[in-house]
């Protein structure tokens, strides 16, 4: 990649001083464009475009950065320059009878050698280590630490991530938020009055609703906002085929979190991992569920301090009753899909880097009532896809616009429907003491009851 100049690094700290001076922003990014970071010269130029649509200096310097390169044919060379001597090319020798001997073969050892520092090898080779005499080798691998060696004491690698995001970056979904202000951030920022009202950090928090709609998300901004490590965890991560190692693991991990505490860890689909023991015909399941009761309870009372466990699922009907009793995952918030402020701000994320123009942010939000971000990344995908097809066909790139967008949502439809058909059943017969209460509430408001 080209190296910036200083002059281009004063403009940019200029734009990041002024986003809304749109003549700085395209002097930038025509300059850009003549160094040759042409996708830093659009996303500058698709930011102006957000601020004045109708630009016609940067629809044409869209235009001339997404148009394919002009290949100049090459002049023939008025003296073709001295080539070295060709090395001499052996001759074969004639066999003993008259007959030509075979002709040398190729040594691809050397050229491999010759080439190894060009061209990377397609494949890694591995290498097994014998096992010692009278030493049984493994019918499976054991733990590995974080730098790939054994580990005597048994750790696995987990991964912990430092969580780069906080609330402010979800958007709307303010419910949502008061619910995990309560829960655990708003005791966390007060230990004085944590401590005069008596309020426990103990226990955890299960989000359930429509897939798609911003579980995962959320529970890396809450990590976020309590500067506090993260791990996400499957049921791929845990379950194991061998007799005990599955339980092995959940108490790894839990022990990996604990030492890295403050630390939130998600347990993602938590219907598969924690599902009804009752309804469970193998009994390694079985005690995989009373391991994961096990460590959220902790071995004392001090064990999971620093320990913020949340847990996302699909279909909380189908989690075990004792994954949600007091001081366990005892807290429940149902995570709708996005509301009109939180679908605009999804929409203006996920067009912010492609050439928009004219884009009626409003009418988009109108028309895609229970969409799931999910879906709505989906549609800016296949919007972009038909203005990029419309481009190959014209031979003239053009911006996406709104109508590329209406286009496409008349072939969507919104993937939470099916969720919310069988969800309706259970909130409506299944409703043991109130806990879908506020399922209800919104299935009444949107008149799907």
């Known amino acids: 990649m080209p190296e910036e100049s200083p002059l281009l690094k004063s403009l940019r700290a200029a734009v990041d001083a002024a986003p809304d001076d749109v003549p700085l922003r395209l002097h930038l990014a025509q300059l850009l464009l ?103 080798s493994q019918s499976h691998p054991q733990p590995l630490s974080a730098d790939g060696e054994d580990d005597p004491a048994g750790v696995s690698a987990w991964d912990v991530e430092n969580a780069d995001l906080s609330l402010a970056d979800v958007g709307g979904m303010d419910q949502v938020k008061e619910r995990l202000q309560a829960a655990f951030l708003a005791p966390m920022r007060n230990p004085e009055l944590r401590r005069l009202y008596g309020k426990s950090l103990r226990g955890g928090l299960l989000m359930y609703g429509p897939p798609g709609c911003g579980k995962t998300y959320i529970a890396r901004a809450v990590a976020g906002e309590l500067g506090a490590r993260f791990m996400t965890v499957s049921i791929t991560d845990v379950l194991d085929m061998w007799i005990g190692n599955s339980e092995r693991n959940l108490r790894e991990l839990f022990e990996t979190a604990r030492r890295n505490a403050p630390c939130v860890v998600f347990l993602d689909e938590l219907d598969a991992l924690g599902a009804k023991r009752s309804q469970l015909r193998h009994s390694g399941l079985r005690t995989t569920v009373n391991q994961l009761l096990t460590e959220l309870d902790g071995v004392d009372a001090r064990a999971n301090e620093g320990l913020f466990v949340l847990a996302a699922t699909n279909h909380p009907w189908d989690v075990d009753p004792a994954l949600r009793r007091p001081g366990r995952l005892d807290r429940t918030v149902l995570v709708l899909p996005p509301d009109e402020s939180a679908r605009e701000s999804i929409l203006r994320h996920h067009l912010k880097d492609r050439p928009v123009a004219r884009i009626d942010l409003r009418k988009l939000v109108k028309r895609t009532d229970g969409f799931s971000g999910a879906d709505l990344r989906h549609l800016c995908e296949s919007a972009a896809e038909r203005a990029l097809m419309d481009s190959v066909r014209t031979g003239q790139a053009r911006m996406i616009e709104t109508d590329d967008l209406l286009a496409a949502l008349t072939q969507l439809r919104p993937s939470t429907g099916p969720w919310f058909d069988s969800a309706r059943s259970v909130a409506q017969f299944a409703n043991e003491g109130g806990q879908y209460d506020e399922l209800l509430a919104y299935l009444k408001k949107k008149r799907m009851l």
Do not use: M
């Open 34 to 136: 003549d160094a040759g970071h042409v996708q830093d010269a659009i996303s500058q130029v698709a930011a102006a475009l957000q601020r004045e649509p109708g630009n016609a200096e940067a629809q044409a310097l869209i235009a001339r950065a997404v148009a394919p390169p002009v290949t100049a044919p090459a002049a023939a060379p008025a003296q073709a320059p001295a080539q070295a001597a060709p090395a001499p090319v052996p001759v074969p020798a004639e066999a003993p009878d008259g007959a030509p001997a075979e002709p040398p073969r190729y040594d691809w050892k050397q050229a491999e050698d010759e080439l190894s520092d060009v061209i990377p090898p397609r494949f890694v080779e591995t290498s097994e280590q014998e096992p010692e005499p009278g030493q049984q």
